[in-house]
């Protein structure tokens, strides 16, 4: 299978005004195109971080990143916000909507910064999106109106609206109860299924992120 | 454009009270740059002007502030005994205006006559627009050669005739149109320089000796208050003061050329820096509010601006962005000020205030036209400061998936 993600990460500090933080030291990871990727630790062993750095949203680390073949640091900021809006999903946690947007907005934010004659965009997959997650009776409504569940389904049709070549899931079931959990990642994994796409997990729960193909474990650094 | 009006529907207005409190803000800086900006604009033209007759060697009049003034003792003999020593023995800039005259013309303004000598015609240098200069050697049954303003123009061209009813004189006499001042010619008040008197609705009237000698004691008193001797001496100065005590027992104060500087200087500078200073102080205090006004902002759409840049917003378009907003706020103020300031213009048309009443682009002046810019030129300060610390802020709290959680 190809490599899509060759991350090598020496360290990743966090500075504040009387400490600094160092995580991730010496952390590496291959990613395959297609592979389900769960990623655990305790709290504050750098999850997130790593998530921010695989969907290229930070480059302050010492290391190197190679990303479908391309070395990121040497990347456009304006490159890697359209690689986030083309080629990379985040699926996060409920509460990542827009209060003041219907459902539907939310759901189409990526096509707005999709610019002409990049990747074509046809109603029906929009369509297809919200009927096979089940929100087309929320469109209309306002993310405060809607329920834990309902919004973390919006999350996720956004996250996968521009068909992503991997999905970054942050949490993405932390407070949904048992049926919505298994909803999503239900979803995610039929992703994975139909379209190929690589997806990495940030999880708590070791019973999901046992149905991935692999499972990483994060730890403190000493 | 679409990410633009995005932005402007769902996120700026989303939070109006800050978009209207960023509007008031900078309708306040910009409306406090303008006045300061024009007031000073104005003063440095008076100051300009009053060089012309501010030379060395010349000595301005002014009556003195604690002299009585008692008509009564003042007398025609009096004023001509003035006139007659001051014929003698001093070369002087006479100049006299505020004589209301009915002079019928289409805009229906209040003509005014502005009556000046040679002198004083020489020394102010006013362009001219059309025709030739003022002619000062004519007899008083003749016609007398005038230059008018560009307003009174439309009705007066150059060689027309106008039948007055002189006041200063008390007779029926004729004028004929020599010239057109140029557009807005002004004259500034030496006392207070950034107040001006424009001459579009005046007519300049020729003043000489044989004039002044037949005109009566209101023009020759008024023309002693402001007149200036040309190239005389502290001593030249003291003995007409002299003259003028004894025929008409008032105290004049003659200032040369240092002594108008000096108090220049101590009043009008000295007002000019606190101005400054003020208004300096003033956009320094609105800056920090719209300042702090705008990262309140992203601290309340911090979410907001997060999510979007997840989903594809790039830094340098939110850079666009904001200084598009901030450039279409800016230009929301920009006109409140230019149409505040048009129809001040506009106003002295409609009440018909002759003094006032200027020409130009949209009904504003070229010092108005400076003071936007100075406006426009702020604005664009303020923007980048606004737009960049609003920037640094959201870089600062790096786009994390954390910020939503």
Redesign the interface.
Known sequence: MTKIIDLSIKEKTYKSKNSQLSILNNFNLEVAAGEKIAIVGESGVGK??L??II?L??R?YVGAYTLFGSITNSLH??E???W???KIG?V??E????N??TIE?NIK??L???GSGKKEFKAEDFESVVDAIGIKPILKKKPLECSGGEKARAVFA?GVIMKPQIILA??PTASLDVENKERIVTLLFKMNKKFSTTIITVTHDLEIANRHDRVIHLERSK | M??FK?FIS??FL?KAVLGISMILLLCMANYITFTSSRSILSTYQGYQETKYINQEGNYIANLDPDSHMDMGLINENGTQAVYSYLNSYYNYAFYVDGFIVSVPNVDDMEVHLSYMNEEYYKLKQFELLQGVDLGFDYQLDDEIPVLVGKGLSKTYPVGSTIRIEESAIGLPITLKVKGVLKQNAYHSNYYALNSKTYYNFSIFFPVNKDFINHANIDLQLNGLMDITILQTSEEGVADLSEVLKDNLGLDFNFFSQKENYDYFNEYYLHSLKIMAIITFVLLAVITCISVWNALVSVRLML??FT???????????LRKIFYIYFGILSFINLAVVFIFTAFNRYGCWIRKDATFVTYGLFGLIGMDWLALLVVVLLNIIIGIMIVETMLRKIKRI?????V??
Not at chain 1, 95 to 98: F, G, K, Q, Y
Request: aromatic fraction near 6%; avoid cysteine.
């Open positions: 997130s971080s998530l921010n969907g949203i930070d302050n900021t304006s890697l916000a359209q986030r809006n083309q985040f996060l946690q509460s990542a909507l827009i003041s947007l907005d934010l990526p707005l910064y999709a956004r942050d949490e | 679409k990410v995005y769902k996120i989303r979410k907001d999510i979007n840049l997840l989903v594809g917003l790039s830094y340098s378009k790096p786009i994390s998936l954390g939503l959680q």
